[in-house]
């Protein structure tokens, strides 16, 4: 028995990691082999293009390596070494033209590749302006005069021309089922687009390390009917709805009430939560954090990293530094009441 199992020994290495790899399998929502639009598709077809010629390299030289091995082995009645040969002029242009004829193949796609995703795409387009934050995520959009914070909504059908820009470090932008990854650097504006062919949520994520909390800089990718994202815009537009009860007491406790805490080690004095956070129609309007308008509508907080409900809002406003290690928003000393009142409010800015 043990013998037999060191006889399949190499078979079980190599079942394993197949086992492991399939255990991925339904869920998966980071796939780049899901391509969900004409931008992710082109990328697609690009890597079997590759993908394939490399195939086809592997089978001819192991292929030829592993008939040497048999045809050339040495014999059990074989006692002298065969004629010893050094350098064949053929062989030698032969192996050093059909590495560059697979090249000059494989250029062919990858440039027009290159050129389709960098080419502003044709038509009519929804304009985007993204920015990278440590470590969040601000979505503008130029013509429709709104912007939110790491949810982002698209119609479905419609190219959106990204402009991509950063705060502070180089990040990257990466939907792995709408698109490749675009850098985000400080003092420098890049440009790409996508485009989602289907209704969908999609997950994106920040692809460059940046700091401490790279890992949790993700984001949501709402693709919807053109008139669901219509409606989505029309509510981000609207302002939010007047305040009363608890809510109320959380939209005073959030303009008007000073708490002291702790930012990364240093301690901080009377911090107001709208020196950092804008909602639209309050009189005063921080730049700092993300903004908060219609945070209650988000599926998410912390930039994409838990569902946006009152357990993890209320442990998040607690110890924001614990969900998220290194993040900008100091761990504030809110009272039970102004904390319970805090929640109210942002699950009321819908
Ligand atoms: Cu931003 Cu990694």
Redesign the pocket.
Known sequence: MLHNLTKIRPILVLLVPLLLATGCFPSHPQSTFEAAGPVAESQLQLFYIIFWAAVFVFVVVNGAFIYTFIRYRRRANETQLPKQTHGHTVLEIAWTIAPMIILAIIAVPTITTIFYTADPPPGQTLELKVT????WWEFEYPGLGISTANELHVPVGTAVDVTLE?KD????FWVPKLAGKMD?VPGHSNKMWFQSDRAGEFYG???????T???Q?RFMVHAESPDDFDAWVNSIKAKPADMTGLAAKGKDVFVNKGFDGILQGETVKAQRCAFCHTVEGLAIRGAVGPVLTHVGGRATIGAGIIDNNTDNLKSWLVDPDKMKPGVGMPVLDIPDDDLNALVAYLEALK
């Open positions: 990278a934050h440590q470590w950063s470090v180089i990040h990257s985000l994520l920040c692809a460059e390390f940046c700091g909390a790279h890992a800089m």
